[in-house]
């Protein structure tokens, strides 16, 4: 397998992190998200994802991109540790506490869409920073009410096992502190990413931890 | 089951043709996104949702949201013609192209990000609308590649019955239309599109066909 990835490109990261609870190895390829103009617009990297979006996985002769098809990928073809659980509501639960990150926040706040509000929008910085906060808290408070409520969060957002949720609660939690979110309003968050920074699958997917780190 | 929807939110729109597809029936609770200040604020549908967002499916004792995770829960759960394929390669590229619409042009393009444009942010209507054209044409051209060149492109996005990624292909391109884009661009997704609105569960999920519709 071989990882398309960027250090901090937090979809990367999400992958990173289910590769490693998993114990799984793929070869990395380094795409620099700014560097020449976006290596994610080399002819060679749009004929693998035409969207210029990180990460690809390569398994095989499949190509395979959206960091979350990619994860449940890997947990319906690969052994090691399952990060869906076994029942359907569950599942269900975790995917939508995945999804919180990977449709409602996400989106809203990554390079490409920062780069538009500050290019052909023209915004200020401070517009452009009120703007991630205000869908980062909008989306992390919803997610604290979901865990603090939900009867099967545990040491992780799902029971005391590492799932696809905690997969996307990190890397989000992550870029919340890179832009001076605060993050004291969400306690049960704060938990679990506790819990989730001491193991080592998740020590080592972190940005600062890769290669290709500036 | 009771669904809570709104005739145009395409996150509804997504889970009413899944349901059609799959021949099940469920009550309609209608939340109305804009009168009142937003029926998804009430406290009601705020502890169905801290979210505030729709779709919700309520299933026995059970509350689920987001769109995709209610798809593949009744997909899981429910006979029916199956909307993900049997193989994990196939399950990952519906997941991919759905995924497309649901994490790189939706939450860009809805209606509490169009607000935030036009209210905090004081764009124009003319800025509101480039920005809605521009995120939902660089979606739909990167889907165009993968389902012109894509093997396993057939009558429908992946073969030839509908999946979960024509759930959420044809509200985007409803929305499309909507906003004046030109999808001349996209014969593939056109293709698509319309052997998917030749069917009744699509026709019978669309927006002007609701009891809530204007």
Redesign the interface.
């Known amino acids: 397998m071989k990882l398309h990835g960027y250090y901090r490109s937090s979809a990367s990261y999400r992958v990173r992190i289910a590769l490693n609870l998993k114990q799984l190895h793929a070869d990395t390829a380094y795409v620099h998200l700014s560097r020449n103009g976006g290596e994610q617009f080399t002819p060679t990297f749009s004929s693998l994802?035409?969207?210029?979006?990180l990460p690809v996985l390569e398994d095989g002769g499949?190509v395979?991109?959206?960091s979350?098809?990619?994860i449940?990928?890997l947990d319906?073809?690969q052994a090691g540790q399952k990060l869906l659980p076994a029942d359907?509501?569950g599942?269900?639960?975790v995917?939508?506490l995945a999804?919180?990150c990977?449709?409602?926040i996400?989106?809203?706040n990554n390079l490409r869409?920062l780069n538009?509000l500050t290019g052909?929008?023209a915004?200020s910085q401070e517009?452009k920073n009120?703007?991630y906060q205000?869908w980062t808290h909008?989306?992390l408070?919803?997610l604290e009410?979901?865990l603090a409520s939900g009867a099967h969060t545990g040491m992780f957002c799902h029971g005391d096992t590492p799932t696809l949720a905690d997969c996307c609660l990190v890397p989000q939690v992550y870029n919340a502190r890179r832009f001076q979110c605060d993050l004291a309003l969400y306690p049960t968050i704060l938990r679990i990413v506790a819990h989730c920074e001491a193991l080592p699958a998740f020590q080592h997917a972190h940005p600062d931890a890769q290669p290709d780190a500036e």
């Not at 994802?49 to 979006?53: F, I, S, T, V, Y």
């Open positions: 994802n035409p969207q210029h979006l499949a395979l991109t959206q979350l098809a990619i449940e990928y319906e073809t359907a509501l599942r269900a639960r995917r939508q999804m919180v990977a449709c409602d996400h989106p809203l869409v538009y052909p929008l915004l517009q009120a703007w205000h909008l989306g408070a919803a009410a979901q």
